[in-house]
């Protein structure tokens, strides 16, 4: 951990300063927790920042100093000296507390990034706040770690969460989540995942698309609520990531197994056979995935699924947004009242089904009300109703198809509602709602969100942006033949 050097105290140490400052805090808190009830003349008095700012200034001035902090990097030859209290920083870090119990001068060893905060760390232990930018944010985090600082770790954790789509240069939130494995913080991995899956489009053409680990990639291509453009948009980018990385050809073959092929079109398959360097060099190992999209374009999709199973996810589409797959739609003012649009998607992914449309009728109600909330008459007044505050209401987004068709045989809907928000001045998918034909809509739509408000999180100038995909998902009729 730390390396320690330094001597024995004398018997007396320089206690004055600090305990006097402790003593005018634990003073300030007396008096704001006295009991003033029945009293219209109490006051609080509240000394509280000039408390914070003579802190910060016994740390500069090191007035009253009873121990020394060296940081050593291999960045420069000289430690940076820190003239520091040992009670206070004993009352923010156990590990501090151990390090100082028998010596005054203590040398720790740092790396680069993190002695290069190590001045705005200590000042979080004598003022409890610190202000970090993006790239910060990981050594901070390790020092609060290392001298376990709970309070401000978890506070670091938090920024991370919350800031995921900032803007940076180079990208930030692929190497956060390779930190958040690392120290194993799951609620941060999980965050860092969904914002990549739901915003995949953007990543791809960023820098820190490169920095991408295989067991992140592979993470990514399990999963079915990618948002991008298409398959195609997805292959072209793996391909990319293969030819930087060039992994071992296991990996390489993984990877590309992990494409959903029959998403793609037929003419785009036979280019990519034709023309792709990556595809050519691992032919051998996904023939057998190509050959089976080709054949499920050919077919029907009823005939198709009597001799494979298409109950697995290469047959399942991930979040399009190419137009064949559903609609944009920003609805201007959406509190003001109803609205309605409609649309088209193609019927399947098949080929067989290219022809096909499905009209999608799609109704917004800002301030629908569920039945336990709708007015009734009361029994005690004759003719009175139940008052109703419109606030009791919650937006609603109902999809149904427009017709009913014997083409539906073997193909069942979903459908994904995407709510994009203006995060650090980019469109960004904060929500995807899922549901399927069974349900018209979904239960949970946007029920947090105030759209009332202007300022509301979920409005980009007074409008709510909305993508609604149509998964259309095939299913065996007939038990598939061994």
């Not at 073959?253 to 998403?263: N, S």
């Not at 034709?274 to 051998?284: I, K």
């Amino acid at each position: 951990m730390a390396r320690l050097t330094g001597t024995r105290p004398v018997a007396t140490r320089r206690w004055g300063c600090a305990a006097a400052f402790l003593l005018l805090l634990f003073t300030v808190q007396a008096a704001q927790k006295a009991d003033f009830s029945g009293d219209s003349t109490a006051a609080t008095i509240n000394h509280s920042l000039t408390l914070l700012q003579r802190l910060q200034e016994l740390l500069q001035n090191g007035n009253g100093s009873d121990s020394v902090l060296r940081v050593r990097s291999a960045a420069s030859d000289e430690p940076k000296v820190f003239h520091t209290h040992q009670l206070l920083l004993s009352l923010q870090s156990e590990v501090f507390e151990s390090l100082l119990r028998n010596q005054s001068v203590v040398t720790l060893y740092e790396p680069p990034e993190t002695a290069a905060l190590f001045e705005k760390f200590i000042r979080y232990l004598y003022c409890g706040g610190v202000s970090i930018l993006l790239h910060q944010a990981i050594p901070m985090h390790q020092l609060a770690s290392k001298y376990r600082v709970w309070g401000l770790q978890r506070g670091v954790a938090e920024y991370m969460r919350t800031h995921l789509a900032s803007e940076s240069s180079q990208g930030h939130v692929v190497g956060w989540y390779h930190y958040a494995v690392r120290v194993g913080d799951a609620a941060l991995q999980e965050s860092c995942l969904q914002f990549l899956a739901w915003n995949l489009s953007a990543v791809l053409g960023s820098a820190e698309w490169g920095s991408v680990s295989v067991e992140l990639l592979l993470l990514l291509l399990e999963r079915s609520d990618l948002v991008l453009h298409s398959e195609l948009e997805l292959y072209t980018a793996v391909e990319g990531w293969l030819s930087r990385r060039q992994p071992e050809a296991p990996v390489a073959e993984r990877v590309l197994r992990a494409i959903r092929y029959p998403m793609i079109a037929p003419s785009q398959l036979f280019r990519l056979q034709a023309q792709s360097a990556v595809l050519a060099r691992h032919r051998a190992a996904v023939q057998d995935l190509l050959f089976q999209a080709f054949q499920f374009h050919a077919a029907s999709p009823l005939h198709f699924a009597k001799y494979f199973d298409v109950n697995c996810s290469m047959f399942l589409p991930r979040n399009y947004l190419a137009p064949s797959w559903g609609s944009q739609w920003v609805i201007t003012n959406p509190a003001r009242d109803d609205r309605s649009t409609s649309f088209q998607t193609q019927l399947g992914p098949s080929s067989h089904d290219a022809g096909k449309r499905v009209t999608w009728n799609v109704l917004f109600s800002p301030r629908w009300l569920p039945v336990s909330l709708r007015p009734v008459y009361s029994d005690s007044v004759a003719g009175a109703i139940q008052p109703v505050r419109i606030e009791d209401g919650r937006p609603r987004l109902v999809i149904t198809p427009a017709t009913s068709s014997p083409d539906f045989a073997g193909v069942s809907f979903q459908k994904t509602v995407l709510v994009g928000v203006r995060q650090q001045g980019r469109v960004l998918v904060k929500h995807a709602y899922s549901f399927h034909q069974s349900s018209d809509e979904a239960a949970d739509f946007l029920v947090h969100a105030d759209l009332q408000k202007r300022t509301s999180e979920y409005l980009i100038d007074n409008s709510l942006h909305l993508h609604i995909i149509i998964k259309p998902v095939y299913h065996s009729l007939i038990k598939v033949k061994k």
